[in-house]
Every structure is written in structure tokens, then in C-alpha cells.
């Protein structure tokens, strides 16, 4: 089977190869996949540029965590029903050596989820990481109906999903973007008011749209550069989850106006979710994907030859949508 791989860490076009190697056969509770879509997430490019730091923890890595396509094959006990079914796929190259940037996966059984028959595989190589983030982000500290929900970067992959499913789950929704261009896209998934981030009198202004009475919850893509501004804005008693935080690595938080508010910090990874809450996202996600109640942003799918130029594209911060690679193109 093809696959890409890269052996050291550093740039896209000096590190990425793409090579072949045996099709994997499946152990006892595992799945074999065909994978027809391969997301490239922005924690996949810092990996391969080596960003988290020391050796690889194998002598070969194929990427990527997150996909989707079609059981071919089942280990022992698994029943052999599961041959045939359309499935996303999550937590493929956590703590593994072999992701979803090949022809063929084999993973735990339970991360293989059935994708309904009218979302496309790459729809399904969105829901590892950006939805499931979102749906936890959202719905994790309990119910948001009523409440006045903050999304900032509210068109990034995790953001434009948050900023529908709090929607859907009768928030009031604000959204902040980067450029006034978004402010409509962010507007078309679902929320009320909508802000470009860069300016100057944020605050003051998502102040103004809830009569000065702050935001309940707030889900936040880059927490050292806002969380000044979140502890001003934010209601007693409010949460704030914090997925992201890239442009300032090690923030300062400002404790006692957060104290004095008694505000829930959550700093959610999704990929150390108890099975509990997995389980619960699941079957939100599920349930939402059945109804076609979510919009899906796919910015550009590449065949697998073009994998140094999909890793690219998402390093390049320029993208409006999941970035795709297709390994049976």
C-alpha cells in the first residue's frame, strides 16, 4: 500500500517521502481501513516541523489523527457486520506510530465510528478533531440554551462548528473573525453578532450587544492573547474553554479577576477525552450529522503525491476550511 511518512522532523518538502510498505492485518479488536480522506490539522503540521520538541517516538511516523472510509477487514472480536461500513476516524496517530496518510489503517475497533450514508469521507475526516473539539468545548460544563456564547475565530475549523452547535443548542452566539470578509460566513453558521477581532474596541463592543451584562461561555482559539480581555468581559460564574494558544505559548493569567468572578477554566485536549465524554460527543455528533444540521468548510483535498503541499497550505495560514489528502487518489 502507499504511504507517506517522514523519519525526521522539519520542513514539509524536506521531510515528507512517500514510500509503500505491507497492508497492515488486524489484531484482536481492531479494524482495518480503507481510507479514502485524510485531514491535515494544524497539531499534524507541528509534529511533522517538530514543534512539541525531543526524538520521534518511532523510527517512521505516518500522519495524521484524524480520517475516513471503509472497513475492509476486522480482528477477533469484532463482528464481521462491521466489513463494509462507512466510518470517521479519531486519535489514529495518537501515541501510534502509523496515521491515516495511507492507502490503509488499522486501529482500535472503537475508533472507527459508522458515518452516515449521505456525509462524504471528506466531511468524515473533519469530525476527529475540529468537531469534536467544538461539541465538547460547547456542550461540556452543560447546557448552553439561553446562554450568551463567545466564539472567537468563529470560521476556523473548530470555530466555525462551535459557533453552529451552540447555535443549535439555543445560545446566543457572538463571533469574532479575522477580517471583515468572514464576518458574513461567520453570520451564514449561525451567529448573532459577529466582530473582527483586530479591532481596537472588541471588548467595548461585545459589551454593548449583551447590555453590559458579559458573556456566560466563552470557547476560545488563542487564550494568552485574549484571556485579558475575557476576564473584563466575562459574567460570574462563567466558563471559559481554552483549545488553543499559539501565538503566546506560556500566558499570563491574571488570577484574581478570574478568582473574584469564579470562573471554570477548562483546557480540553481532545485527545484524552474519558471514554464517557467521547462516547457523549459521539452520539451528539452522530445525532447532528443524521439530521444535516451542520454546514462543513472543506478548503482543498490534494491525492497523497501532493501531501508537502497540503502540509503547506495549512502552515501558510491562509486557508478557510479543513485541508484534505486523498491516499487512493
Known amino acids: 500500500m502507499r504511504i507517506a511518512y517522514y523519519e525526521q522532523t522539519g520542513a514539509a518538502g524536506e521531510v515528507l517521502k512517500l514510500g509503500s510498505t505491507e497492508k497492515p492485518t488486524p489484531q484482536p479488536h481492531e479494524v482495518v481501513v480503507r481510507v479514502h ?18 526524538p ?8 495524521h489523527s484524524d480520517g475516513a472510509g471503509v472497513i475492509e477487514a476486522v480482528g477477533e472480536r469484532v463482528p464481521d457486520s462491521r466489513i463494509g461500513q462507512r466510518v470517521w476516524l479519531w486519535n489514529a496517530q495518537w501515541e501510534r506510530a502509523n496515521g491515516t496518510a495511507a492507502e490503509y489503517i488499522a486501529l482500535p475497533a472503537e475508533q472507527a465510528v459508522p458515518l452516515p450514508s449521505h456525509v462524504d469521507f471528506a466531511t468524515g475526516a473533519c469530525l476527529g478533531i475540529p468537531a469534536s473539539t467544538a461539541w465538547h468545548c460547547v456542550h461540556a460544563a452543560g447546557p448552553v440554551k439561553d446562554r450568551i ?4 475565530g468563529g470560521t476556523g475549523t473548530v470555530g466555525h462548528y462551535a459557533v453552529q452547535m451552540a447555535k443549535l443548542a439555543g445560545a446566543v ?6 477580517s471583515n470578509e468572514k464576518i458574513e460566513r461567520a453570520h451564514e453558521a449561525g451567529a448573532d453578532h459577529v466582530f473582527n477581532y483586530t479591532s481596537p474596541t472588541l471588548g467595548d463592543d461585545i459589551l454593548r450587544c449583551t447590555s453590559s451584562d458579559g458573556v456566560d461561555h466563552i470557547i476560545d482559539s488563542e487564550f494568552g ?3 485579558d480581555e475575557h476576564a473584563r468581559i466575562i459574567r460570574p460564574n462563567g466558563v471559559i474553554f481554552a483549545y488553543g494558544s499559539a501565538r503566546i505559548k506560556q500566558p499570563v493569567l491574571p488570577f484574581y479577576p478570574l478568582l473574584f468572578k469564579s470562573i471554570g477554566l477548562y483546557l480540553p485536549l481532545i485527545y484524552l477525552l ?5 462516547q457523549q460527543l459521539i452520539t451528539g455528533i452522530t445525532r447532528l450529522l443524521e439530521q444535516n444540521a451542520l454546514r462543513h468548510a472543506i478548503d482543498t483535498q490534494y491525492p497523497l503525491d501532493e501531501i508537502v503541499r497540503a502540509h503547506e497550505h495549512v502552515e501558510s495560514g491562509g486557508k478557510s476550511g479543513a485541508v484534505i489528502v486523498a491516499p487512493d487518489q
Open 37 to 54: 480522506a485524510s485531514a491535515v490539522n494544524p497539531s499534524d503540521v507541528k509534529a511533522r516541523a517538530g514543534a512539541r520538541g525531543g
Open 56 to 63: 520521534l517516538a518511532w523510527p517512521r511516523i505516518i500522519p
Open 149 to 152: 456564547v463567545l466564539v472567537t
Open 173 to 178: 452566539v457572538i463571533a469574532t473573525v479575522g
Open 225 to 227: 492573547s485574549n484571556i
Open 274 to 278: 474519558p471514554s464517557s465524554q467521547r
